[in-house]
């Protein structure tokens, strides 16, 4: 157990749906990174969130936005899903917002229908 | 600029043997080489990580060998074992208020550790 917490583990959904996927860091983690993974993509950098506030920004669609709470957790909502956004989503926590070593979750696996 | 490529996509070995796998990248701002191991089912696991003001780093079997002016890193994975079959993702990031620690990632190379 990596510590970093993502729910639901799977997630069935059909096309022009909406859903949130939540994460809980590893405790004292302050930043949070949301990354997706696919097959023609590999793993994309989607956003970072440090203490409650955005701080990165990656390839991100506009029909996705996420957020972190007061108490750490985030959550990234996906909207007006098309099939093209199945995929592996992973959260990852760490102490600070430099490089260092990030600890991942075990990952969403969404697939849209 | 972003990029980092990776090879091979996929490796067999057979137990005992040194697994080798190399990363290149473009954007001379990286200041941060991550290595990952992603088992099925898992997210990935930080293996080993490097900087590029050393040339290598060693953690028990596993060791990055850096060459900045070629702007090229590897993993050696020495007496490979099939423990070890898995999927590895090099990775880079920068420094920065800015830029917050976003790793870029390769491709990945999926190991095979024969018995």
């Known amino acids: 157990d990596s510590g970093v917490t993502q729910t639901p583990k799977h997630l069935i959904t059909a096309t022009g749906q909406r859903v949130t996927l939540r994460c809980s860091p590893r405790?004292?983690?302050?930043?949070v990174y949301w990354y997706q993974q696919s097959l023609d993509q590999g793993l994309q950098f989607l956003i970072q969130y440090y203490n409650g506030e955005e701080r990165a920004k990656g390839n991100i669609l506009e029909r996705f936005s996420a957020q972190q709470f007061p108490d750490l957790h985030s959550e990234l909502n996906l909207s007006s899903l098309e099939l093209g956004d199945s995929a592996l989503y992973f959260c990852?926590?760490?102490w600070g917002t430099g490089n260092y070593g990030y600890t991942f979750g075990s990952g969403t696996r969404l697939t849209v229908v | 600029q972003q990029q980092v490529k990776q090879s091979p996509q996929s490796l067999i070995v057979q137990k005992g043997g040194i697994s080798i796998i190399n990363c290149a990248y473009e954007n001379t701002a990286f200041d941060y080489f991550p290595w990952y191991q992603q088992f099925p089912g898992k997210g990935p696991a930080l293996l080993i990580a490097i900087r590029p003001d050393v040339s290598e780093k060693k953690e028990g079997r596993f060791t990055i060998s850096f060459n900045k002016s070629a702007k090229q890193f590897s993993l050696h994975i020495m007496d490979s074992q099939p423990g070890d079959s898995a999927t590895y993702f090099c990775?880079?990031?920068?420094?920065?208020?800015?830029?917050?620690?976003?790793?870029?990632f390769g491709e990945g190379t999926q190991l095979t550790v024969n018995p």
């Open positions: 990852a926590s760490s």
């Open positions: 990775a880079a990031s920068r420094s920065g208020e800015t830029s917050g620690s976003r790793l870029t």
């Open positions: 405790s004292g983690d302050l930043s």
